[in-house]
């Protein structure tokens, strides 16, 4: 692995930077009295108007299980920027499900999806100055986006993943999403009953949260830990943890990992760091940043949609990158986790195992 650096560290920035470098031209002084005026009708204060504004770009949607704990981890997260300092305000874009749309017309929709939400989230950035940016997200296509939005904006920011999905059980064997598409298969062909096709799709996704293996979301996920747009080993816990749900809870949207609410709260502390050290994507995203991207993927036997989403950031954040360094990178990274959908473990097994951080210690 390439040393870089991310949002754990310092990109060694020196000097005080103003930690309301956007918001100031929006609010401060008597030409901007109507712009105080109307964010004092949601509540605001003079006290919240002069501290750093931190957009919270949500990407929460009620149509699949990927992201629909995110408005709640999103509570954690705006907690945990006022309480180190800062004034968060959340906004919300779209989401498409691969999982879900995928044999269908809709499918047509999620690759574009990853630009309206690139678009949506540099428009209000843009739009309402804010001084940093915390995205949230967790299906294929929103990490992706969010990401192209920091670089495009290049305010101190960074992503939290929402977290993977849980297994189910069936007949006390672990059953996913992957083991659904394979039973269809199976009926199919005469191998096993409609009944006992039921009884996969009825248990495989007991809660909600990411696909569950090393699919484009999780893989994302991991891909941003390597290159430093993401917390280390925040994005390997569970969106549900085992006991909420075996509790009964695993579906309720209002139930997320305490792990990740922890995560969610101490991402206001490390935006404000951020902001007071001046660190911006584009400081993060060098080449040997990408290739310690790139290397996480091919180590965890990701999705190969990675080479589509690191291309596409790469080019907006003016590193040269092509599929070649994928082949050369890959070619040179063992194979350390035996994961889904072309292995064995499910991503709740690797948080078992020690997340992201157990993947890097071995290529290092």
């Known amino acids: 692995m390439a040393s870089g650096n991310g949002v754990n560290g310092s990109n060694g920035a020196s000097g005080a930077f103003d930690t309301r470098h956007m918001s100031r031209n929006i609010l401060d002084g008597v030409e901007r009295a109507g712009a105080r005026s109307m964010l004092k009708g949601i509540g605001l204060t003079d006290e919240d108007l002069q501290k750093p504004m931190v957009l919270i770009a949500n990407t929460w949607i009620e149509t699949m299980p990927c992201n629909y704990g995110l408005r709640t981890l999103a509570h954690a997260v705006k907690e945990g920027v006022r309480a180190a300092g800062g004034t968060p305000m959340e906004m919300n874009t779209v989401a498409i499900s691969d999982g879900i749309t995928m044999g269908t017309e809709g499918m047509k929709t999620s690759l574009i999806s990853r ?12 739009g309402h100055m804010f001084d940093a940016v915390i995205g949230l997200g967790a299906c294929d296509k929103t990490l992706p986006g969010l990401s192209i939005a920091l670089a495009r904006l290049n305010v101190p920011g960074f992503l939290i993943y929402g977290g993977t999905i849980l297994p189910g059980e069936v007949n006390g064997q672990e059953a996913t999403i992957r083991a659904v598409y394979e039973k269809i298969g199976a009926y199919k062909a005469g191998k096993i009953t409609a009944e006992e096709l039921k009884l996969i799709e009825d248990h495989a996704c007991p809660t909600h949260g990411a696909c569950g293996g090393q699919y484009t979301a999780n893989t994302m996920a991991m891909a ?58 584009l400081d993060i995203l060098t080449r040997s940043a990408f290739e310690n991207a790139i290397a996480g993927v091919a180590a965890s036997g990701g999705s190969t949609n990675a080479v589509l989403h690191l291309l596409a950031l790469a080019r907006e954040a003016g590193v040269d990158l092509s599929i070649d360094d994928f082949d050369v990178i890959s070619r040179r990274t063992p194979l350390i986790a035996d994961m889904m959908p072309g292995g064995k473990y499910a991503a709740a097994d690797l948080d078992k195992a020690g997340g992201t951080p157990i993947i890097a210690k071995r290529l290092i």
């Open 224 to 281: 941003m830990e390597f290159i430093g747009l993401s917390p280390l080993g925040s994005a390997s816990p569970p969106a549900v943890s085992d006991e909420q749900w075996h509790a009964g809870n695993g579906t309720k949207g209002d139930v997320v990992n305490p792990r990740k609410m922890e995560i969610g709260r101490k991402a206001g502390a490390l935006i404000m760091d951020l902001l007071k050290a001046g660190v911006r994507p």
């Open 115 to 126: 630009e309206v939400i690139a678009d949506s989230v540099e428009l209000v950035g843009r």
